[in-house]
């Protein structure tokens, strides 16, 4: 079972950091697409930065939850709201 991860930005074409991962590399890249997301926030003074570290706090949640990460029927396509993005994790 192979993993697809990315984001959509202000309703551009997806990005596709990934199209062919396991789920918990899939998580990672979330997590560290969420910290690039709010390092370019902190850099151009946005005023979206709260938005971006609840949406991080979420996929942390997940990424470090044993009972989702560990368990395969617990997998699903999944969907994290920032502004103006969105990023995803979907089955292949």
Same mark, same amino acid.
């Given at each position: 079972? $192979? ?5 959509? +930005? ?5 990005? *596709? &950091?990934?199209?062919? *991962?396991?789920?918990? !590399? %899939? /998580?990672? #890249? &979330?997590?560290? %697409?969420?910290? +690039?997301?709010? =390092? @370019?926030?902190?850099? $151009?003074? $946005?005023?979206? /930065?709260?938005? #971006? @570290?609840?949406? &991080?706090?979420?996929? #942390? ?7 989702? /990460?560990?368990? #395969?029927?617990?997998? !699903?396509? /999944?969907?994290?709201? %920032?502004?103006? *993005?969105? =990023?995803?994790?979907? !089955?292949?």
């Amino acid at each position: 079972m $192979s993993w697809s991860v990315g984001y959509t +930005k202000d309703g551009a074409e997806p990005v *596709v &950091l990934d199209d062919n *991962v396991q789920f918990g !590399e %899939g /998580m990672h #890249l &979330l997590v560290e %697409g969420a910290r +690039k997301a709010i =390092y @370019e926030a902190e850099q $151009s003074e $946005s005023n979206d /930065m709260y938005q #971006l @570290e609840m949406m &991080l706090a979420v996929i #942390l949640d997940i990424n470090n939850d044993p009972g989702i /990460m560990d368990d #395969l029927d617990q997998w !699903e396509d /999944m969907d994290f709201f %920032g502004p103006e *993005v969105t =990023y995803w994790i979907v !089955e292949n």
